[in-house]
């Protein structure tokens, strides 16, 4: 596609359950982020892949969260056993690389754990 | 550490006042930072790009500077509109590629 693609845009889920949100990136963009953003809260940085170098996992708030980049495209973020404070937009950003380039944004997932 | 600051957190303007949002980063060897728009909903969206080498740009009744000595950047709204309720996010790339983001100023445009 044209751009930054996440799957789904919206996801409500139990307490307790698991997620995986998708984001499939511009084909050939060597980065990709994941961020969320909480109701009134600004960009949280969760996770960064750079071609084949291993992720930068700083952002991940805790063991639930885990996410991985297969093939160098795709990319899924996993949350286990979710909680009523992961309730968020998820964004996802993939790069080209080259210093004149911005960041490509999807549209982002919005998770809601009732 | 690689970092970026933004001030306000957010503001409330009335529609044809100006504003001026603020962002401090710590990010190192330089490249580039860009500001974008992201209305609700939606995905962030470029407004700007800045250079080592450039001061001032604008896009529209939006203005960016930037300060490479003290490492600030700030992006004026002039005679906002009600268009212009957005979260506004500063976003810094080391020469290294690696992007790191502010974590927004939300703007509150009323009539």
């Known amino acids: 596609g044209a751009g930054v693609s996440q799957s789904p845009s919206n996801k409500v889920t139990e307490k307790g359950k698991d997620v995986e949100l998708r984001c499939d990136p511009i084909?050939?963009?060597?980065?990709l982020y994941w961020y969320r953003q909480s109701l009134g809260q600004g960009l949280e940085f969760l996770i960064y892949?750079?071609?084949?170098?291993?992720?930068?996992k700083s952002g991940l708030p805790s063991d639930r969260f885990s996410a991985e980049r297969t093939g160098g495209s795709v990319s899924t973020l996993t949350i286990q056993r979710t909680q009523q404070e992961d309730s968020a937009v998820y964004l996802c950003a993939s790069t080209p690389g080259g210093a004149g380039t911005g960041a490509f944004f999807g549209q982002g997932t919005r998770l809601t754990v009732v | 550490k690689n970092q970026v600051e933004q001030s306000p957190q957010s503001l409330i303007i009335l529609e044809g006042k100006n504003c001026t949002l603020q962002c401090n980063y710590t990010v190192s060897p330089f490249s580039n930072l860009r500001w974008y728009k992201q209305d609700t909903g939606r995905g962030p969206v470029s407004l700007t790009i800045m250079t080592f080498s450039e001061n001032t740009k604008s896009n529209g009744r939006y203005t960016a500077t930037l300060d490479a000595d003290t490492k600030q950047s700030s992006l004026h709204i002039t005679a906002s509109q009600l268009s212009d309720s957005a979260s506004y996010i500063c976003?810094?790339?080391?020469?290294?590629?690696?992007?790191?983001f502010g974590g927004g100023t939300r703007v509150l445009v009323k009539p």
């Open positions: 976003v810094v790339r080391a020469a290294g590629n690696k992007l790191t």
């Open positions: 084909s050939g963009h060597t980065a």
């Open positions: 892949f750079q071609g084949n170098s291993a992720p930068d």
